[in-house]
Protein backbone atom coordinates (compact mmCIF):
# COMPACT_ATOMS: atom_id res chain seq x y z
CA UNK A 1 0.00 0.00 0.00
CA UNK A 2 1.50 3.72 -0.63
CA UNK A 3 0.54 6.59 -2.58
CA UNK A 4 0.28 6.76 -6.55
CA UNK A 5 -1.21 9.08 -8.84
CA UNK A 6 -4.74 8.22 -11.30
CA UNK A 7 -5.54 5.80 -8.50
CA UNK A 8 -9.52 6.18 -9.48
CA UNK A 9 -8.88 2.73 -11.32
CA UNK A 10 -8.36 -0.83 -11.87
CA UNK A 11 -4.41 -0.31 -11.99
CA UNK A 12 -2.03 1.97 -11.13
CA UNK A 13 1.50 2.67 -11.42
CA UNK A 14 3.39 3.38 -8.33
CA UNK A 15 7.01 4.27 -7.54
CA UNK A 16 8.53 2.19 -5.02
CA UNK A 17 9.80 4.59 -2.87
CA UNK A 18 6.05 5.54 -2.27
CA UNK A 19 5.48 1.66 -0.98
CA UNK A 20 5.15 -0.47 1.74
CA UNK A 21 3.95 -4.00 2.91
CA UNK A 22 0.86 -4.17 3.97
CA UNK A 23 0.15 -5.04 7.21
CA UNK A 24 -1.44 -8.36 7.68
CA UNK A 25 -4.17 -7.01 10.31
CA UNK A 26 -5.58 -4.16 7.12
CA UNK A 27 -8.10 -5.14 4.27
CA UNK A 28 -7.34 -3.69 1.20
CA UNK A 29 -9.96 -0.95 1.54
CA UNK A 30 -8.38 0.10 4.74
CA UNK A 31 -5.17 0.27 3.42
CA UNK A 32 -6.35 2.21 0.47
CA UNK A 33 -7.23 5.39 2.56
CA UNK A 34 -4.59 4.84 4.90
CA UNK A 35 -1.45 6.37 3.42
CA UNK A 36 -1.95 10.66 2.88
CA UNK A 37 -4.79 11.38 5.76
CA UNK A 38 -2.16 9.04 7.54
CA UNK A 39 1.09 11.00 7.30
CA UNK A 40 -0.28 13.94 6.94
CA UNK A 41 -1.76 13.18 10.53
CA UNK A 42 1.78 12.25 11.72
CA UNK A 43 3.73 15.23 10.47
CA UNK A 44 1.60 17.58 11.56
CA UNK A 45 1.32 15.94 15.46
CA UNK A 46 5.08 14.52 15.34
CA UNK A 47 7.56 16.61 12.69
CA UNK A 48 5.82 20.15 13.27
CA UNK A 49 3.80 20.10 16.36
CA UNK A 50 6.23 18.51 18.73
CA UNK A 51 3.61 16.51 20.87
CA UNK A 52 4.97 14.72 24.03
CA UNK A 53 3.32 12.79 26.24
CA UNK A 54 0.50 13.72 28.47
CA UNK A 55 0.41 16.93 26.63
CA UNK A 56 -3.23 18.26 25.65
CA UNK A 57 -4.00 18.41 22.21
CA UNK A 58 -7.10 19.86 20.44
CA UNK A 59 -8.40 18.51 17.49
CA UNK A 60 -10.46 20.93 15.16
CA UNK A 61 -11.98 19.27 12.22
CA UNK A 62 -11.93 15.64 14.47
CA UNK A 63 -13.95 13.34 12.67
CA UNK A 64 -12.70 14.27 8.77
CA UNK A 65 -10.48 12.02 7.07
CA UNK A 66 -7.02 13.71 8.57
CA UNK A 67 -8.94 13.93 12.06
CA UNK A 68 -9.75 10.18 12.36
CA UNK A 69 -6.32 10.08 12.01
CA UNK A 70 -4.91 12.99 14.30
CA UNK A 71 -6.95 11.84 17.28
CA UNK A 72 -5.69 8.35 17.09
CA UNK A 73 -2.01 8.97 16.72
CA UNK A 74 -2.34 11.81 19.15
CA UNK A 75 -3.48 8.81 21.75
CA UNK A 76 -1.15 6.65 20.57
CA UNK A 77 1.58 8.84 21.47
CA UNK A 78 0.69 9.46 25.36
CA UNK A 79 -1.41 12.95 24.58
CA UNK A 80 -5.14 13.86 26.41
CA UNK A 81 -6.72 14.39 23.49
CA UNK A 82 -9.81 17.07 22.75
CA UNK A 83 -11.88 17.11 19.23
CA UNK A 84 -14.04 18.99 17.95
CA UNK A 85 -17.03 17.81 15.17
CA UNK A 86 -20.33 18.86 14.23
CA UNK A 87 -22.88 17.46 16.83
CA UNK A 88 -23.46 14.47 14.26
CA UNK A 89 -20.34 13.05 14.51
CA UNK A 90 -19.34 13.31 17.88
CA UNK A 91 -20.06 9.73 18.50
CA UNK A 92 -17.70 9.22 15.86
CA UNK A 93 -15.00 11.25 17.71
CA UNK A 94 -15.73 9.54 20.83
CA UNK A 95 -15.38 5.92 19.21
CA UNK A 96 -11.70 6.84 18.44
CA UNK A 97 -10.93 7.17 21.80
CA UNK A 98 -11.01 10.84 22.59
CA UNK A 99 -10.56 12.36 25.90
CA UNK A 100 -13.25 15.14 25.46
CA UNK A 101 -15.44 15.34 22.40
CA UNK A 102 -16.84 19.03 21.64
CA UNK A 103 -19.58 20.27 19.14
CA UNK A 104 -18.84 23.23 17.43
CA UNK A 105 -22.14 23.87 17.14
CA UNK A 106 -22.96 24.61 20.86
CA UNK A 107 -19.43 25.17 22.85
CA UNK A 108 -17.23 27.95 22.55
CA UNK A 109 -14.13 26.47 22.62
CA UNK A 110 -11.68 29.20 22.02
CA UNK A 111 -13.23 31.07 24.66
CA UNK A 112 -9.57 30.81 26.79
CA UNK A 113 -11.57 28.52 29.55
CA UNK A 114 -9.53 25.53 28.37
CA UNK A 115 -5.89 25.72 27.11
CA UNK A 116 -4.32 23.34 25.14
CA UNK A 117 -0.40 22.85 24.88
CA UNK A 118 -1.43 21.61 21.08
CA UNK A 119 -3.80 22.88 18.22
CA UNK A 120 -4.37 21.02 15.10
CA UNK A 121 -6.54 23.05 13.00
CA UNK A 122 -7.51 20.57 10.06
CA UNK A 123 -9.42 22.60 7.45
CA UNK A 124 -11.20 25.52 9.81
CA UNK A 125 -11.44 28.67 9.55
CA UNK A 126 -11.15 30.37 12.92
CA UNK A 127 -9.31 33.62 12.98
CA UNK A 128 -5.88 32.85 14.67
CA UNK A 129 -6.63 35.23 17.41
CA UNK A 130 -9.35 33.27 18.57
CA UNK A 131 -6.83 29.89 17.92
CA UNK A 132 -4.61 31.91 20.28
CA UNK A 133 -6.99 32.15 23.33
CA UNK A 134 -7.26 28.35 23.69
CA UNK A 135 -2.93 27.89 23.39
CA UNK A 136 -1.15 28.02 26.80
CA UNK A 137 1.44 30.89 27.19
CA UNK A 138 4.01 28.45 24.71
CA UNK A 139 1.82 26.34 23.04
CA UNK A 140 1.84 25.43 19.46
CA UNK A 141 -0.77 25.79 16.55
CA UNK A 142 -0.83 23.85 13.66
CA UNK A 143 -2.83 24.60 10.74
CA UNK A 144 -3.34 21.98 8.25
CA UNK A 145 -4.84 22.77 5.15
CA UNK A 146 -6.50 25.90 3.86
CA UNK A 147 -10.34 27.51 3.22
CA UNK A 148 -11.65 30.46 2.72
CA UNK A 149 -8.82 33.64 2.56
CA UNK A 150 -8.85 36.92 0.44
CA UNK A 151 -8.29 36.91 -3.49
CA UNK A 152 -4.99 38.20 -2.96
CA UNK A 153 -4.02 34.95 -0.19
CA UNK A 154 -6.42 32.46 -1.74
CA UNK A 155 -7.07 29.63 1.06
CA UNK A 156 -3.51 30.11 2.53
CA UNK A 157 -4.46 33.83 4.22
CA UNK A 158 -4.73 31.97 7.95
CA UNK A 159 -1.28 30.22 7.47
CA UNK A 160 0.32 33.36 6.25
CA UNK A 161 -1.07 35.47 9.39
CA UNK A 162 0.18 32.76 11.45
CA UNK A 163 3.43 32.32 10.56
CA UNK A 164 4.35 36.08 10.39
CA UNK A 165 3.10 36.59 13.82
CA UNK A 166 4.74 33.67 15.63
CA UNK A 167 7.43 35.69 15.49
CA UNK A 168 6.19 38.43 17.67
CA UNK A 169 4.63 36.24 20.15
CA UNK A 170 5.40 33.51 22.86
CA UNK A 171 3.17 30.63 20.99
CA UNK A 172 4.39 28.86 18.26
CA UNK A 173 2.02 29.33 15.07
CA UNK A 174 2.75 27.53 12.00
CA UNK A 175 1.04 25.37 8.52
CA UNK A 176 2.66 22.75 6.78
CA UNK A 177 2.50 20.77 3.68
CA UNK A 178 2.66 17.46 4.09
CA UNK A 179 5.43 15.73 2.85
CA UNK A 180 5.24 12.04 0.69
CA UNK A 181 8.00 9.79 1.28
CA UNK A 182 8.67 6.10 2.21
CA UNK A 183 10.05 7.00 5.51
CA UNK A 184 6.61 8.48 6.38
CA UNK A 185 4.82 5.73 5.37
CA UNK A 186 6.72 3.21 7.01
CA UNK A 187 6.37 5.19 10.77
CA UNK A 188 2.61 5.44 10.02
CA UNK A 189 2.85 1.43 9.05
CA UNK A 190 3.88 0.62 12.72
CA UNK A 191 0.77 2.46 14.36
CA UNK A 192 -1.06 0.12 11.84
CA UNK A 193 0.03 -2.65 12.27
CA UNK A 194 0.04 -2.14 15.87
CA UNK A 195 -3.84 -1.70 15.96
CA UNK A 196 -3.22 1.88 17.34
CA UNK A 197 -4.96 3.64 14.33
CA UNK A 198 -7.67 2.16 12.33
CA UNK A 199 -8.61 3.59 9.11
CA UNK A 200 -12.54 5.01 9.71
CA UNK A 201 -13.88 4.49 6.75
CA UNK A 202 -17.48 6.36 6.19
CA UNK A 203 -18.71 5.76 3.07
CA UNK A 204 -17.69 3.14 0.09
CA UNK A 205 -18.59 3.94 -3.47
CA UNK A 206 -18.44 2.74 -6.89
CA UNK A 207 -15.82 3.46 -9.32
CA UNK A 208 -18.61 5.26 -11.39
CA UNK A 209 -20.06 7.59 -8.58
CA UNK A 210 -16.13 8.90 -8.08
CA UNK A 211 -18.12 12.60 -8.89
CA UNK A 212 -20.71 12.01 -6.04
CA UNK A 213 -17.76 10.97 -3.42
CA UNK A 214 -16.24 14.35 -4.61
CA UNK A 215 -19.37 16.30 -3.88
CA UNK A 216 -19.56 14.75 -0.63
CA UNK A 217 -16.38 15.64 0.73
CA UNK A 218 -16.79 19.14 -0.90
CA UNK A 219 -20.16 19.64 1.12
CA UNK A 220 -18.31 18.16 4.78
CA UNK A 221 -21.00 15.30 4.45
CA UNK A 222 -18.20 12.67 4.73
CA UNK A 223 -17.28 10.38 8.08
CA UNK A 224 -13.99 9.20 7.96
CA UNK A 225 -12.31 8.07 4.89
CA UNK A 226 -14.43 7.34 1.81
CA UNK A 227 -13.15 4.48 -0.30
CA UNK A 228 -14.36 3.58 -3.90
CA UNK A 229 -14.43 0.29 -4.44
CA UNK A 230 -14.22 -1.75 -7.61
CA UNK A 231 -16.86 -4.76 -7.35
CA UNK A 232 -20.94 -4.49 -7.08
CA UNK A 233 -21.21 -3.77 -3.77
CA UNK A 234 -22.41 0.03 -4.52
CA UNK A 235 -22.66 2.59 -2.23
CA UNK A 236 -23.22 1.70 1.82
Do not use: C, F, M
Given at each position: FGIATGAYAEFAAAKQSKLEQKPGNLSHEAAAVATISGITALQALVDVG???????????????????????????????????????????????GADHVIDYGTD?????????????????????????????KHGSLVIVGGEGGGSLTGGIGRQLWAKLLSCFVSQRLTFFVSGESQVHIERLTHFLASGDVVPMIGHRFRLDEVGQALRDMEAGRTRGKSVIVLDERGRS
Open positions: GVEPEQSVLVIGASGGVGTYTVQLAKALGASVSGVSSSAKTDLVRSLDYLDGSTRYDLIVDIGGRNPVRHLRKALT
